[in-house]
């Protein structure tokens, strides 16, 4: 594994994850310059020689402190470099964005994940491992013998099961539903200012929104039955919100390419 830049940050992170998604959202609004590592199909043992767990993102700051979870990660960051604020001023609307934030993280990723691997899974568990392997360099092929084995693990690791999968879309409905009553037709979710809400609902929703902004889009053509998912939630008005929030603040990346070749 890469040694961290003695000037720039690394972060270690999976394309497609919508959790990492919010790592480096939060990386390039502040426009802190930063290296990237795709940890590729082997992740977890990378994860967990880093940081004694398995999750990512992981990011390693310039002293070398390694920092994971997302959630954790964007309180770093506050603290590092506090313009532009994700956290609102207000003491009052900086807590109900970190209680949704924390809700919605618990709420509506896990489920969404599921949601989208699961059918695939157990239709399509080639097509679930390239999806799974979204933005991976071609290099990543060589470990195609140890990738194969990804699918079971991961459904093992998230606690994947098919027969939860009803569950996991009504969980993702109702979180929409959430969505919209916390709005209440504002463009924002609270106050009249971007927050960390706000970049975690969008950056949660992003592996089925696939936002023209988004940087690791899923460039395989999904089974019929997922396209059909996909297009009967993205009829959800939320969804329209989030877009709308991509297009307004996503911005550009902040991501220093050591190597060009390298995503």
Not at 18 to 30: F, G, I, P, S
Not at 173 to 196: H, I, M, P, Q, W
């Amino acid at each position: 594994m890469d040694s961290p830049s003695a000037a720039l940050p690394l972060l270690l992170h999976i394309p497609l994850s919508h959790y990492n998604e919010k790592a480096r959202w939060a990386l390039d609004h502040k426009s802190i310059a930063h290296h990237r590592r795709v940890i590729g199909p082997d992740f977890y043992w990378r994860a967990w020689r880093a940081t004694g767990q398995g999750k990512t993102p992981i990011l390693f700051l310039p002293e070398g402190r390694a920092i994971h979870d997302s959630t954790r990660i964007i309180e770093a960051l506050e603290r590092i470099q506090p313009e532009p604020a994700l956290y609102p001023a207000d003491p009052a609307l900086r807590q109900r964005a970190l209680d949704l934030e924390e809700h919605f993280d618990e709420a509506l990723g896990p489920s969404l994940r599921a949601c989208l691997v699961t059918p695939l899974f157990r239709n399509d568990p080639e097509i679930a491992l390239r999806v799974l392997m979204t933005g991976m360099s071609k290099n990543f092929q060589r470990l195609r013998p140890f990738a194969r084995l990804l699918p079971g693990f991961y459904r093992k690791r998230h606690q994947i099961r098919d027969e939860a999968l009803e569950a996991d879309r009504q969980k993702v409905r109702s979180a929409l539903d959430r969505v919209e009553s916390e709005r209440d037709g504002r463009a924002y979710l609270v106050g009249e200012t971007f927050s960390v809400a706000d970049l975690t609902v969008a950056a949660l929703l992003s592996p089925l929104l696939q936002p023209d902004q988004i940087q690791y889009p899923i460039e395989i053509e999904l089974p019929g039955y997922a396209r059909e998912y996909r297009e009967s939630v993205l009829r959800h008005p939320a969804f329209d919100w989030a877009r709308e929030i991509y297009r307004l603040h996503r911005g550009t990346s902040a991501q220093v390419r050591r190597n060009p070749s390298k995503p």
